[in-house]
């Protein structure tokens, strides 16, 4: 697999020779699409429940002073295959069971080249960051849409943020760009690159790496006269599974610098309709 680095930050990657053919991504996108061009109430036959992050539908809202995204969203778990709620799962249109089937196991294999490339540009065992996934690692998928938006300079798609992931791979629309990425406060754009994933590094590889690699904080930005779509897969540890500095990179002389987290998902939520970055609080 070949990465393309630095497009916007050291911690994102676009991904090419991943494996899948362009045809297949536009089979993706395509599906994705479909699904949001459906009528309102049959996209709802698959709605999220008040209290349950799997489903279509916008975020939890958990506060008054919550700023929300312009942005529609299906939200799915695919693996351990344990966490899927097939009921949530879209049968209209008709392929994209198997489709969506099909792409995440392909990014499994891409999840694993990833991580053992991360751990080798660090000198650190192949399996490090591998191993910290856990065999039993969660793939989340998140179908986005965002809506033509008359006012794209007071709202965003998807306000900044850092992912909660160890990496998050994404597949972006193919003729609309949107997402930003913060660097030494400057937004810079990510380029469309046909047919490559961008890969971002996430706060979790952020506390094993003990900050060598740094979560980039990114927005979207709306459109006013196109929608967008994109379909991010986010990688996260097994459940219950203890986050933290990895060993090797702690010493006398580099002292660990985050704190053990766990099911970091579920804090990460409350943290970021706050505006707030989650990983401050693991910071020691
Ligand atoms: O839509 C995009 O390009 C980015 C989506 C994203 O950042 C996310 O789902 O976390
Ligand atoms: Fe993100």
Known sequence: MGL?????????????????????????????????????????????????????????????????????????????????????????????????????????????????????????????????????????????????CSRPDVVLGLKPHADGTIITLLLQDKQVEGLQFLKDDQWFRAPIVPDALLINVGDLAEILSNGILKSPVHRVLTNPDKERISLAALCLPELDKETEPLESLVNESTPKLYKKVKNYDRTYFDYYQQGRRPIEASKI
């Open 4 to 148: 393309l680095s630095g497009c916007c930050s050291d911690s994102v990657f676009q991904a090419i020779n991943h494996g899948m053919t362009p045809e297949f991504l536009d089979e993706v996108r395509e599906m994705t699409k479909q699904f949001f061009a459906l009528p309102l109430e049959e996209k709802q036959k698959y709605s999220r429940e008040v209290n349950d992050i799997q489903g279509y539908g916008n975020d939890m809202v958990i506060s008054q002073q919550q700023t929300l995204d312009w942005t529609d969203r299906l939200y799915l778990s695919v693996y351990p295959e344990e966490h899927r709620k097939l009921k949530l799962w879209p049968q209209n249109p008709e392929s994209l069971r198997g489709t969506l089937e099909q792409y995440s196991r392909k990014l499994q294999v891409v999840t694993k080249t990833v991580l053992v490339a991360m751990a080798r540009s660090l000198n650190l065992d192949d399996n490090c960051f591998w191993e910290q996934y856990g065999e039993k690692g969660k793939m989340d998928v998140r179908f986005n849409l965002y809506p033509p």
